[in-house]
């Protein structure tokens, strides 16, 4: 396929890279001028755009998505598939995916777990809403750049999705460094602690795949100084996207509301911008419990 790629950071080169190994004609944009060994490169959304059978976005928020979607769907050719793999607030998927209908084209909201590890592995997964006609087109390039997609129904339903499960990985990364935390202090290994939870009850994504402690479990970005992989800027995103939608949707969300109030502080007032998200193991570290 003739693919248009805008958006090419932490995810987007890699899943772009993928699309290229295997075999298509891939485009790609970024505002930051990045390139990408094998895509060729444009000088705008709307030229990465032209001719594209289907346009893949991977970008920071909402508001930038729906600014380069109203450049580039007036580029892009009847019946083509706007493919938008940010995560992005629930109305903006529903008002590019409108907008892109209203223009003869189709759209999906396709947001992913797996971060930088899976976007490089092309083992992703893909949370999808929009049409099933859509979904068929874009089911190559899912089992290429990932290993499973889910359609969830309708447009903004693959955003649902992920919001629930960010506000999952939140909470859940946050027990985790705690646990750590007191583990350090109650004088338990940190090796052991991984071997005994990562096989108990207590297991999780963010402890098996993704383990907060350097040199505990496989590679991740603790054992890079906690250089992102996932930005804790990123998680405050996705955890203020599920504040919102919860409190539009009228649902009790305890964990996640606290989760979101932690990683503020952290980003805000603390030194966790920049860092990855399982920064917060330091973070507990170093505080007492006053
Ligand atoms: P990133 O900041 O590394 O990449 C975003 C890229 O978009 C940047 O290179 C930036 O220059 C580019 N950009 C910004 N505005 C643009 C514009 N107007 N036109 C063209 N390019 C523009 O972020 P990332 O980590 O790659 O994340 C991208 C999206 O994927 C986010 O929505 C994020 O929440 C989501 N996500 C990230 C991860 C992760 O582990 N990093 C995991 C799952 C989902």
């Known amino acids: 396929m003739k693919i248009g790629f805008i958006g090419l950071g932490n995810m987007g080169a890699p899943m772009a890279l ?34 594209a059978d289907v346009v893949i976005t991977m970008l920071p928020n909402g508001a930038i998505l729906q600014s380069v979607a109203a450049e580039i769907i007036p580029a892009m050719p009847k019946g083509s598939v706007l493919l938008d793999c940010s995560t992005v607030d629930v109305d903006s998927a529903r008002a590019v995916s409108d907008q892109a209908r209203e223009n003869g084209l189709d759209a999906l909201d396709a947001p992913v777990s797996g971060g930088i590890g899976g976007a490089a592995e092309g083992t992703l997964t893909f949370m999808v809403g ?13 089992d290429i750049m990932g290993q499973k997609a889910v359609h969830c129904g309708p447009s903004g339903n693959g955003q649902a999705a992920k919001i629930c499960n960010n506000m999952i990985l939140g909470v859940t990364m946050i027990a985790t460094c705690e646990a750590f935390a007191l583990a350090d202090k109650l004088g338990l290994d940190r090796q052991a602690m991984f071997d005994v939870v990562s096989t108990s009850s207590g297991a999780s994504w963010s402890i098996n795949a993704y383990c907060p402690a350097p ?33 539009s949707a009228d649902a009790d969300t305890p964990m996640g509301q606290l989760a979101e109030t932690l990683y503020q502080t952290f980003v805000e007032t603390e030194d966790g911008s920049g860092k990855d998200f399982s920064a917060m193991l330091p973070r507990f570290s170093a505080r007492s419990r006053t």
């Not at 075999?23 to 032209?50: C, I, L, Q, R």
């Not at 929009?130 to 899912?142: H, I, Q, R």
């Open 18 to 51: 993928n699309l290229v190994k295997a075999g298509h004609e891939v485009t790609g944009y970024d505002a930051a001028g990045v390139t990408v060994e094998g895509v060729a490169n444009a000088t705008s959304g709307a030229e990465a755009a032209t001719g």
């Open 215 to 247: 040199g505990i479990g496989p590679q991740s970005p603790s054992d890079n100084d906690y250089k992102p992989g996932f930005a804790a800027d990123l998680m405050l995103k996705d955890l203020r996207l599920s504040q919102q939608a919860a409190a």
């Open 130 to 142: 929009g049409s099933e006609a859509a979904f068929a087109t874009a089911k190559p390039l899912f």
